[in-house]
Nanobody
Framework: QVQLVESGGGLVQAGGSLRLSCAAS????????IGWFRQAPGKEREFVTA????????YYADSVKGRFTISRDNAVNTVSLQINSLKPADTAVYYC????????????????WGQGTQVTVSS
């Protein structure tokens, strides 16, 4: 089992940057792919980015390509999400999620979820 805790959210102005972290418990973290999803008020949860267990492959939603960067450090059980050039449309609760080995863009395919961290971007 994996427990996930997100941190790093906050209130920033458009054009600013944030670095979100997803800290995981468990000795098998290196066997899990991690995805980031976000959910804005009144909207469905949407895929943002994901990284495979061995970090060999990363995936991004078109809306965040070139602005978001996902990375992981299996030695410290952490996945980071660097967010640059923030836009008001990025305002949402950001969640990290885990599933075995390979990434997916579907939230239904993830087994473990964190509690989320709020990102608010002011114009």
């Amino acid at each position: 089992q994996v427990q996930l805790v997100e941190s790093g959210g906050g209130l920033v102005q458009a054009g600013g940057s944030l670095r979100l972290s997803c800290a995981a418990s468990g000795r098998t973290f290196s066997t899990y792919a991690i995805g980031w999803f976000r959910q804005a008020p009144g909207k469905e949860r949407e895929f943002v980015t994901a990284i495979n267990a061995n970090a060999a492959n990363t995936y991004y939603a078109d809306s965040v390509k070139g602005r978001f960067t996902i990375s992981r450090d299996n030695a410290v059980n952490t996945v980071s999400l660097q967010i640059n050039s923030l836009k008001p449309a990025d305002t949402a609760v950001y969640y990290c999620a885990a599933r075995r080995m390979f990434s997916s863009s579907s939230p239904d395919e993830y087994d473990y979820w964190g509690q989320g961290t709020q990102v608010t971007v002011s114009s």
